[in-house]
């Protein structure tokens, strides 16, 4: 089955600056990829997504790029504010429906 | 739209009590998603259903977990009985699915979640 892992743990970054939060899946057949955020006592909550027949997608501060070949998919958010501040969460759907989730990166925005 | 709708958003109990959380979907969504999150095993799948029909309930730990979805809007996950290893956030989570067995799903949305303690 799809294995995910997720990279860093844990990640502080001063507020202005990018973070980056990576991971590897090991199904060739996924071809979903989702990002989650979650804040402290909340649900996740997509924030963007991307399909195997696109490389990179962008939606403002958040952009997420997918390697098929390396089986590697990242996020990226440029200008960090302290409300980024949350757990995200990366997951892949493969052949069939389910989405297996990353283990979460906590980002950490200091003022 | 108001979104997943699950409830209790909390629940104490002790251990050896049935305890049964509800999950009401979005409206249009044909399937729907349960799952546990701990701190030591993240977020898992539980069971998950298309068009009421349980499709996949392997991530179900035990005999004691049970769920139901007797309509389109209405899922219930039952613990009899429950134990402390329990404890945990549940979430309900839903999206339109299509394809044979809905197995091509699209965005779950998912629900605030059940925080279950079991003393």
């Known amino acids: 089955g799809e294995n995910v892992e997720q990279h860093p743990s844990t990640l502080s970054v001063q507020e202005g600056d990018s973070a980056v939060i990576k991971c590897t899946y090991s199904?060739?057949?996924?071809?979903?990829f989702p990002w989650y955020k979650q804040e402290l006592g909340k649900r996740p909550q997509l924030i963007i997504d991307?399909?195997?027949?696109?490389g990179e997608k962008k939606d403002q501060r958040i952009a997420v790029t997918l390697n098929k070949t390396a089986k590697h998919f990242s996020l990226h958010i440029t200008e960090t504010q302290p409300e980024d501040s949350a757990v995200y969460f990366c997951a892949a759907r493969d052949s069939s429906y389910k989405l297996i989730f990353g283990s979460g990166t906590r980002l950490l925005v200091r003022p | 739209d108001a979104g997943v709708i699950q409830s209790p958003r909390h629940e104490v109990t002790e251990m050896g009590q049935e305890v049964t959380l509800r999950c009401k979907p979005i409206s249009g969504h044909n399937s729907l998603f349960w799952y546990r999150q701990t701190m030591m095993r993240g977020l898992e799948l539980l069971i998950y259903f298309n068009n009421n029909v349980p499709i996949d309930d392997s991530g179900m730990p035990e005999d004691r977990f049970s769920a139901k979805m007797p309509n389109a809007s209405f899922s219930t996950l039952k613990i009899q009985p429950s134990e402390p290893r329990d404890s945990a956030v549940y979430f309900c989570?839903?999206?339109?699915?299509?394809?044979?067995?809905?197995?091509?799903?699209?965005?779950?949305?998912f629900g605030p979640g059940t925080r279950l303690t079991v003393l």
């Open positions: 989570a839903s999206s339109l699915s299509s394809g044979r067995y809905g197995l091509i799903t699209d965005t779950q949305y």
């Open positions: 199904d060739s057949a996924s071809n979903y």
């Open positions: 991307i399909r195997s027949n696109v």
